[in-house]
């Protein structure tokens, strides 16, 4: 789509939001570069492409480019250099970079299920409300790599992650998707202790778990928001009760 094109659509600056409301796209493609940047996908003092390229990119005009870089600007995430354009900076300020203590005990994968437990089920529901096609795309992906390890009675952490990250990243909301990708190597530490549960001999506990990941994908597809909410509570609370065999910590202490 040229720039002139996207103009229009840019008037009131608002982007089409499937079953939602409308999402501002200068908020939009705020939120999708700082998220590359809190990744590392453009890392310190790395080149941010030109505006006309992230215009192409996000499908969005210049000016709405121009507005988020300078939201990135005015908050020290980026600085530009004189005809060479925008750069991450070397040093993010604290609020720009999200991060949690490392796992360091089995109470602390606890903690991470009941942290998640108010993070993704909310974003279950609303990625079923602002899902497109790209979105169930990803998630799909994710979901096939699972059962295709599942057919070989295996346990793809990795693809268990992507099938999580790409729900975040259907909520149109970078909340949720940075919190994930902060989360991502606790969350790792608890899906691989979570898929040795499932290889016993006779537990079958790879083709159950891969159903509860098909139902908050279909729930998702087919636009069932709450019902993707309760899927994906259940299923968390679920792999976290097979991990702990239903004895929950006493925190408290």
Known sequence: MTENATTGADKGAEAPS???RPVKLVDLVYGKLLERIQTGEYGPESRLPAEHDLAAMFDVSRPIVRDAL???????????????????RGELPPAAVLAYAPVENIADIQRCYEFRLTLEPDAAYYAAKRRDKAAIAKIAAALNQMKDATQHKLHREDADFSFHKAITDASNNHFYASSMEALKRHIAVGMHLHGLSLQGPTRGGLEHVLEEHRTIYNAIVEGRAEDAREAMRKHLEGSRDRLFEGRILDLSL
């Open 18 to 20: 499937p079953r939602g």
């Open 70 to 88: 300078s939201r990135l600007k005015e908050q020290g995430i980026i600085y530009s250099r004189q005809g060479a354009g925008s750069f991450v």
